[in-house]
């Protein structure tokens, strides 16, 4: 014969190996011949003695390790289980679990790239959806020895949403959170929790970061639309409402927490300017609004239309401001009164008597009675 080893089955099924005449008998193995092909069974095994095995490392192989359950043992201790479509890793089976790892091939050698890990759903045919992606996670129960009820925790839809939760739909959905690593020790720092828009390449912007949620809609069971809320884009603006630009804009609020019970205060709502160091100045404070243009779809501009500067003085940007620190108001003025002006505003005219510019006159208070027509108020 070319091979060192040929297998015979004799009329007992006893696997018999022939080597070089010496006769070897392994009488774990049968073979058990049917009308069509034969199988070879096998004992069940144990984790410390598995049924198949190798020579020279006789416990770590396969063996049964239940009902409809195959496992692999590794130098006498359980491994991982199969079992109706799942495979579970790990130690400790049946007694004190430990921890199981699936991870890519590690590297060898000098600056070696490890291998990278994918884990994919099954793929689709035809307009059928591919497989999502699953994790869950059990809850401690009552006290016993009952195993506890897995709960998904977040899926990956076949579209590439990440859903956090008890799945895409739940009649009772559960909350959810994302969060950054808790510090545990004396003073030690919780972690940060970074949340990136796509970075773009040249002169493209990076993609903006959006946050949705789902008014109430009529009764029924149909999926309410979620409704974008606030954006953060590329250049750092934040968005309250719908979107960037829309043709139907809805109002954005920015509120404090509300009081809840008896007498409970609301909370207090701040809004702070970035701080100096040293001799700079901390950053205003500043609010702008868009006036109407002429007709078209083009954004009109916005325009500051008043600021806290660094010294909490109130300014506004016609020129008039509020001392908050030495209680005091300020009018727009100057030795030109403006050519046009708004019903109700105020100028004081530094050097006319007559809102008319004429000058040679100690000062008048001028205010807007009509549209760009100044009226007199008081002279000095």
């Known amino acids: 014969m070319n091979s060192k080893h040929a297998f015979l089955a004799l009329s007992t099924f006893t696997l018999v190996s022939m080597a070089y005449g010496e006769r070897e008998v392994f009488a774990p193995t049968k073979l058990a011949p049917t009308a069509t092909a034969g199988t070879v069974q096998f004992?069940?095994?144990?984790?410390?003695?598995?049924?198949?095995?190798?020579?020279?490392?006789?416990?770590t192989g396969f063996y049964r390790f239940g009902n409809d359950q195959v496992a692999c043992t590794l130098n006498g201790a359980t491994s991982g289980v199969f079992s109706a479509g799942q495979l579970v890793l790990g130690g400790g089976f049946g007694s004190t679990p430990s921890d199981g790892t699936v991870k890519g091939v590690n590297a060898t050698g000098t600056n070696v790239a490890g291998g990278n890990f994918i884990v994919a759903g099954g793929a689709s045919t035809g307009s059928a959806a591919g497989g999502y992606l699953a994790f869950q996670t059990a809850a401690a129960g009552g006290s016993g020895s009952s195993v506890n009820a897995l709960t998904e925790r977040l899926r990956i839809t076949t579209s590439g949403t990440v859903i956090v939760g008890n799945?895409?739909?739940?009649?009772?959905?559960?909350?959810?959170?994302?969060?950054?690593?808790?510090?545990?020790?004396?003073?030690?720092?919780?972690?940060?929790l970074d949340?990136?828009?796509?970075?773009?390449?040249?002169?493209?912007?990076?993609?903006?970061?959006?946050?949705?949620?789902?008014?109430?809609?009529?009764?029924?069971?149909?999926?309410?639309?979620?409704?974008?809320?606030?954006?953060?884009?590329?250049?750092?603006?934040?968005?309250?409402?719908?979107?960037?630009?829309?043709?139907?804009?809805?109002?954005?609020?920015?509120?404090?927490?509300?009081?809840?019970?008896?007498?409970?205060?609301?909370?207090?709502?701040?809004?702070?300017?970035?701080?100096?160091?040293?001799?700079?100045?901390?950053?205003?404070?500043?609010?702008?609004?868009?006036?109407?243009?002429?007709?078209?779809?083009?954004?009109?501009?916005?325009?500051?239309?008043?600021?806290?500067?660094?010294?909490?003085?109130?300014?506004?940007?016609?020129?008039?401001?509020?001392?908050?620190?030495?209680?005091?108001?300020?009018?727009?003025?100057?030795?030109?009164?403006?050519?046009?002006?708004?019903?109700?505003?105020?100028?004081?005219?530094?050097d006319s008597n007559d809102c008319a510019n004429a000058a040679g006159g100690d000062g008048a208070l001028c205010i807007c009675k009509t549209t760009n027509i100044w009226a007199l108020i008081s002279n000095f």
């Open 43 to 59: 004992g069940d095994g144990t984790a410390a003695a598995p049924s198949l095995t190798f020579t020279a490392d006789n416990n």
């Open 167 to 192: 799945g895409e739909t739940a009649a009772s959905p559960t909350s959810s959170s994302i969060r950054g690593t808790s510090g545990t020790g004396t003073n030690i720092a919780g972690a940060n």
């Open 195 to 350: 949340i990136y828009g796509g970075g773009s390449t040249g002169s493209a912007n990076g993609g903006v970061i959006r946050f949705y949620t789902s008014p109430p809609g009529s009764s029924g069971s149909a999926a309410n639309t979620l409704t974008e809320r606030m954006r953060i884009t590329p250049s750092g603006a934040i968005h309250i409402g719908n979107g960037e630009n829309s043709a139907s804009p809805a109002t954005g609020s920015l509120l404090g927490t509300n009081g809840s019970g008896t007498n409970i205060a609301g909370g207090t709502f701040s809004i702070t300017s970035g701080r100096g160091t040293g001799t700079g100045a901390g950053g205003p404070i500043t609010f702008s609004t868009s006036a109407a243009g002429s007709s078209g779809s083009s954004l009109n501009a916005a325009t500051e239309r008043f600021r806290i500067d660094s010294a909490g003085v109130f300014l506004a940007a016609s020129g008039s401001y509020v001392d908050a620190g030495a209680g005091k108001f300020e009018l727009p003025n100057g030795t030109a009164i403006p050519g046009t002006c708004t019903v109700g505003e105020l100028f004081h005219d530094t």
